[in-house]
Structures are given as structure tokens and as C-alpha cells.
């Protein structure tokens, strides 16, 4: 069976010309210190070239034999040929990325995953086999595997190919879904609203994320298939910021079609609530009434009320988002900043540092805990975490592609440039 993600490794593998690959597969030579060198040409001034030994020659022989056989696409041939190759030369780690995509194309998941790895351990910092080793995992079935190896990969960056990047953004997307990360699964997916890329299998996973539904797209239930594909079709219009009438149908469809689903009501809510707030907060407050433990929905009537300074109001629907759900860093946001307010800083600093180690890299997080330091009187862990804000914020601002419309739990990243100081 042919795998997309690996036909476009196998261009990466064969796009150069066969002199340029040939290099890379047979370094140049050692000199030899057995038989004589060869003789210059006559007249020149150039010293002897050193003679290669017959392993080096044959090395080189195979090798090129077993990346022909692979851009031929003779994968069981190829096999063997890199196989051959790496008995010659263990250290050719082109080679053995090769041989695991091979392997990866014929579904030996298990061989591939094995290659992969072994290029991982002598290069570390490889990210597309790093990507490659956990969609193996995927394959396998080791969900939590795949997870951790493909974002690897993504963290230490897949280069200019969009097509590799696509393929890992893809299936962190799906697995973020199967773990109940919907909001960064949907943070995921939004690039490829935003390169309008709206294939199928994009359009399911929206679905699956919009739903909140915790399944890879094969494992989703076949009589909500429909639902889910309307919900999909309508997050990715709303992922694409397009404020348009044809967006507004879509929701419109979606929310006649499934009118006591928690999960579309609250998308419904998360489209109003740029250019209607007061209609959002109104859905938000229906889908608690269908639903009262559904803990986006009390974030975003938390996170309106802060915004509009009804501190004592965003309390309730904070403390209840945190105990419901206490690895929710949005909840611990909303709850200690709220605090901080309402003068509790003690309580607010204890709350905004749980989700800072929740969320590490949210320069939101960061821009409120240093604010509590600072209203504590704490100068050196305000100005400590003030600057790590500013390091993230500016990475951030520096990726950020321009978009309009809320993100996930409608809550828009802070202005200022750095924390005030109160």
C-alpha cells in the first residue's frame, strides 16, 4: 500500500541528481596506506589521488543501486539494497531514513519504526525522522507514542516542505482530538482553513473537534457522520475568520438541523460573539442548561465578564471551570486573574502559577503571573517572568498569520508589548 506522507519523502529522497545523491551516499574516501597511489597525469603538479578499497566501491555501487530501485518504486528490491548498503556502511544514515521509508510505504510499521529510530539516536534533532518514527506509532497503534514523536518533529521544524508539515499537522490534529484536546487540536487544524485546504479528511477532523468528540476519524460512530460533517464544514468556515454570509448559513443549517446539541450550540455561540456578544453569552448560557458541567461554555461567560470588569460575576463560572477540570490552564487563567482583581493575590499567584506549568509556552499565562508578582511586592520573579513573556510573545507575533475572528475560547491575545507594571 502507498502512503502519501512517504511518496513525499521519497521526492525528498530523489529530487537531487544522481551525481549530487551519489556524494552524499559515498563520502570521499580515507587514504589508503595499502598499494601504490596512482600516477599523476604527465605534467602535473597535483599529488597522486588516493585509491579507494573495494568495500568503499562496492558500497558505493549498492547504495546507488538502492536509490534508483527506490525512485523506481521496486520497494522489496530497495529493501534489500539499502540493507546490503548498511552492512557495508552502518553509519549511512541517509540511507537508513531510506530503508524506513521503504519499509513505512510496504506497512512493515514495526521495521520502519525500527530504522527511524536509529537515525533519531545519532541525530537528534532530525525532525522529519522524528515525524516519520511517530507516524509509524500511528500505524502501530500506540497513540500516545505517535503523539509525542510527531510533535517532536513539528517542535524542531519540518522545514520549507508543506507537504511534510501537512501530513504531521495532520495527524497531531486527529490526536489531539482522541486525547480530548479539542482547542489546540482546533489550533491545528486552522492552518489549513487558513490555506484553504479543505479536503474531507480536514473537514471530519473540524467536525470531530467542533463536536468535542474524542475519536480518530476512523473510530467516529457511522450515524453521526452526517452531524459531524455539517459541524466540520462549519468550523472550518469560522477557523478561516471569513465573516461571511455564507458562513452564517452554514451555522444557521447546523443549529436548525441539531438545535439541542451542546457542542453546535456552543460553536454557534463562539461565531456570534465578535459582532454579537450579548447573543453569544445567551447561547453559552443554554448549553450550561443542556449541559452543566460543560466547562468551555462557563470560560467564555467568565472570560466576558472580566473583560467587561464584573469581576464577582466571572468568579463562580472560574471556580467551577477549575473544578471540573483542573488541568485546564484557560480555568486557571480566568480563575486567578479574577482573583487578582478581587484581591486575593496570594490565591491568584497560587492559580496563575499552576497554569503557567500547565501551559509553559501561553504567553497569556505568563502576562498575568507576572502582573500578580507584581502586585505581591515579588520585584525579581515579576521581572524574571516578564522577560520570558516578552520572549514568547514576540515568537508568537513573529509566526502569527493574519486572521480575523476569536480563537478557541474567543479570548484575544493581550495588547500591550509587555506586562504592565502596577
Known amino acids: 500500500?502507498?502512503?502519501?506522507?512517504?511518496?513525499?519523502?521519497?521526492l525528498l529522497l530523489t529530487a537531487l541528481p544522481v551525481a549530487s545523491r551519489a556524494a552524499q551516499v559515498a563520502p570521499k574516501p580515507k587514504p589508503s596506506t595499502t598499494g601504490p597511489p596512482a600516477?599523476?597525469?604527465?605534467?602535473s603538479s597535483a599529488s597522486p589521488a588516493p585509491a579507494r578499497s573495494a568495500s568503499d566501491a562496492l558500497f558505493e555501487a549498492t547504495a546507488r543501486q538502492a536509490q534508483d530501485a527506490h525512485a523506481a518504486k521496486h520497494l522489496d528490491e530497495a529493501v534489500e539494497l539499502y540493507q546490503r548498503a548498511l552492512k557495508l556502511r552502518p553509519s549511512w544514515t541517509l540511507g537508513r531514513f531510506g530503508l524506513g521509508?521503504?519499509?513505512?510505504?510496504?506497512?512493515r510499521f514495526t521495521d520502519a519504526r525500527n530504522a527511524f529510530r536509529r537515525v533519531t539516536a545519532e541525530r537528534p534533532k532530525q525532525a522529519t525522522a522524528w515525524a516519520f518514527q511517530g507516524l509509524c506509532s500511528f500505524r502501530l497503534r500506540e497513540y500516545e507514542t505517535a503523539l509525542d514523536e510527531i510533535q517532536k518533529g513539528r517542535e524542531l521544524g519540518l522545514g520549507d516542505n508543506a507537504q511534510v508539515q501537512a501530513?504531521?499537522?495532520?495527524?497531531?490534529?486527529?490526536?489531539?482530538?482522541?486525547?480530548?484536546?479539542f482547542e489546540v487540536a482546533y489550533e491545528t487544524l486552522r492552518e489549513f482553513a487558513l490555506r484553504d485546504q479543505d479536503n474531507p479528511g480536514v473537514i471530519e477532523a473540524f467536525g470531530l473537534s467542533v463536536l468535542r468528540q474524542p475519536y480518530l476519524p476512523s473510530e467516529a460512530p457511522a450515524e453521526k457522520r452526517e452531524m459531524i460533517l455539517m459541524a466540520g464544514r462549519a468550523g472550518y468556515e469560522l477557523a478561516r475568520g471569513r465573516r461571511s454570509p455564507n458562513t452564517r448559513r452554514v451555522f444557521e443549517s447546523l443549529v436548525t438541523r441539531y438545535p439541542e446539541e451542546p457542542n453546535i450550540r456552543y460553536s454557534w455561540?463562539?461565531?456570534l460573539l465578535l459582532d454579537e456578544p450579548e447573543a453569544a453569552l445567551l447561547e453559552f448560557r443554554r448549553v450550561l442548561a443542556m449541559d452543566p458541567t460543560y466547562v468551555p461554555a462557563m470560560l467564555q461567560l467568565s472570560f466576558q465578564n472580566i473583560k467587561q470588569g464584573q469581576f464577582t460575576e466571572a468568579l463562580p463560572y472560574a471556580e467551577k471551570a477549575v473544578e471540573l477540570d483542573p488541568r485546564q490552564?484557560?480555568?486557571?487563567?480566568?480563575?486567578?486573574?479574577?482573583?487578582?482583581?478581587?484581591?486575593?493575590?496570594d490565591r491568584a499567584i497560587q492559580e496563575l502559577e499552576i497554569g503557567a506549568k500547565l501551559a509553559p509556552d501561553s504567553p497569556q499565562m505568563l502576562f498575568h503571573l507576572a502582573r500578580a508578582y507584581q502586585r505581591a511586592g515579588r520585584k525579581a520573579d515579576a521581572d524574571r517572568i516578564?522577560?520570558?513573556?516578552?520572549?514568547?510573545?514576540r515568537a508568537a507575533r513573529a509566526q502569527k498569520t493574519t486572521m480575523t475572528g476569536q480563537g478557541a475560547l474567543g479570548e484575544a491575545p493581550p495588547d500591550p508589548q509587555e506586562p504592565p507594571r502596577d
Open 329 to 345: 490552564f484557560a480555568a486557571r487563567n480566568a480563575l486567578g486573574r479574577t482573583l487578582l482583581e478581587l484581591g486575593e493575590t
Open 101 to 107: 521509508t521503504v519499509l513505512y510505504d510496504l506497512d
Open 269 to 271: 455561540g463562539a461565531y
Open 386 to 393: 516578564r522577560a520570558e513573556f516578552i520572549r514568547l510573545d
Open 39 to 43: 600516477s599523476p597525469a604527465a605534467g
Open 1 to 10: 500500500m502507498r502512503h502519501p506522507a512517504c511518496s513525499v519523502v521519497l
Open 167 to 181: 501530513v504531521a499537522n495532520y495527524h497531531a490534529a486527529i490526536l489531539f482530538i482522541r486525547f480530548g484536546k
